[in-house]
């Protein structure tokens, strides 16, 4: 699963999982790309995707030598959650990022959010492995 070493500089595109909303402002933002097979850097994500639909994207993106990031929504790397934690590799960086629907940490905390869609910032896998660095 893990990507084999390239010269980062060919790595020039971020990829992105997540819900609709996420997605859509990441293309406004202008990171949607298709390739000449047709390839594109994103999903969108909703209640009705298969897990494995997702496993595939991210094993498909991870593997890809021209994506230097992948943003996933948080509560969508929570349905992969085994195969985000197993993913080691520097390139591409996984990042997840919350969503509008759920977001993260305490500071989400409000009227408006219930506590069930508050993304859990201790189940990030970058914060675990920055915690494992640092021997916490």
């Known amino acids: ?11 020039t595109l971020l990829a992105v999982i997540g819900d609709e909303d996420s997605v859509t402002g990441l293309l406004l933002a202008g990171i949607g790309h298709i ?3 047709q390839k594109k850097n994103f999903l969108i994500v909703d209640a ?4 494995s639909v997702i496993e595939s994207a991210f ?3 991870t593997e890809r030598k021209d994506i230097a990031i992948l943003l996933i929504n948080q509560h969508v790397a929570e349905r992969i959650r085994p195969t985000v934690d197993r993913y080691q590799a520097a390139f591409p960086a996984v990042l997840e990022i919350p969503s509008k629907e759920h977001p993260y940490g ?3 905390c409000g009227p408006l959010v219930p506590p069930s869609d508050i993304s859990d910032p201790s ?8 915690q494992k660095l640092r021997g916490d």
């Open 59 to 61: 094993e498909d993106y």
């Open 35 to 37: 390739d000449q097979q």
């Open 123 to 130: 189940k990030d896998s970058v914060l675990k492995r920055v």
């Open 1 to 11: 699963m893990a990507a084999t070493t390239t010269n980062p500089k060919e790595r």
């Open 48 to 51: 009705k995707t298969q897990t």
């Open 106 to 108: 305490e500071y989400a």
